[in-house]
T-cell receptor, first 110, second 115 residues
Framework: GESVGLHLPTLSVQEGDNSIINCAYS??????FIWYKQESGKGPQFIID?????DKRQGQRVTVLLNKTVKHLSLQIAATQPGDSAVYFC?????????FGQGTELSVKP | DTEVTQTPKHLVMGMTNKKSLKCEQH?????MYWYKQKAKKPPELMFV???????INESVPSRFSPECPNSSLLNLHLHALQPEDSALYLC??????????????FGPGTRLTVT
């Protein structure tokens, strides 16, 4: 079926290092992608988005890369901090529906 | 104000009870959503309202009944739920438009336990 998946379920990084979270999607018709951060006991929080007519977008300490050829999305977090510890979900918009990937749990070691 | 609020924060209900979850936003968004999220899983779309009309129902059982009384409010009425319906119920809102390519803002969710 159609799905958005993540390559790694967990990622552990040292504070100050850069983090890269990957996501594979299977729907070529998806035209909009979002990364969300979800901390324990909270709802998903928007991090950054990218439309299908772009291949890179930068925010504050975060960069999203989109490779439509291989249907791959990544989130890069620069200088990872303990407050970045959370579950990260990629999501794709397909015909007005947001479909979430399985999530990667990021753990930042001090 | 970029906040979506949800009440109650926690809800415990028996299988014969009727209860409602409430969601509110004041961002002028005309699209509102209900999602269900089980532990350690991604959110799953249940319903989408666009301009106060139900536009998407993801084959959700009729024991879940959504309602959008006005552009700021979204309710989810619950009746005769099963224990497997226990989950975090998330509300979200966004600008409305063709294709849905707008950022969705999520509320903190209601943690529902069905006994």
């Amino acid at each position: 079926g159609e799905s958005v998946g993540l390559h790694l379920p967990t990622l552990s990084v040292q504070e100050g290092d850069n983090s890269i979270i990957n996501c594979a999607y299977s729907n070529s018709a998806s035209d909009y992608f979002i990364w969300y951060k979800q901390e324990s006991g909270k709802g998903p929080q928007f991090i950054i988005d990218i439309r299908s007519n772009m291949d890179k977008r930068q925010g504050q300490r975060v960069t999203v890369l989109l490779n439509k050829t291989v249907k791959h999305l990544s989130l890069q977090i620069a200088a990872t901090q303990p407050g970045d510890s959370a579950v990260y979900f990629c999501a794709e918009n397909l015909w007005g529906k947001l479909i979430f990937g399985q999530g990667t749990e990021l753990s930042v070691k001090p | 104000d970029t906040e979506v609020t949800q009440t109650p924060k926690h809800l415990v209900m028996g299988m014969t009870n009727k209860k409602s979850l409430k969601c509110e936003q004041h961002m002028g968004h005309r699209a509102m959503y209900w999602y269900k999220q089980k532990a350690k899983k991604p959110p799953e779309l249940m319903f989408v309202y666009s301009y106060e009309k139900l536009s998407i129902n993801e084959s959700v059982p009729s024991r879940f009944s959504p309602e959008c009384p006005n552009s700021s409010l979204l309710n989810l009425h619950l009746h005769a739920l099963q224990p497997e319906d226990s989950a975090l119920y998330l509300c979200a809102s966004s600008q409305a438009g063709p294709g849905g390519t707008y950022e969705q803002y999520f509320g903190p969710g209601t943690r529902l336990t069905v006994t």
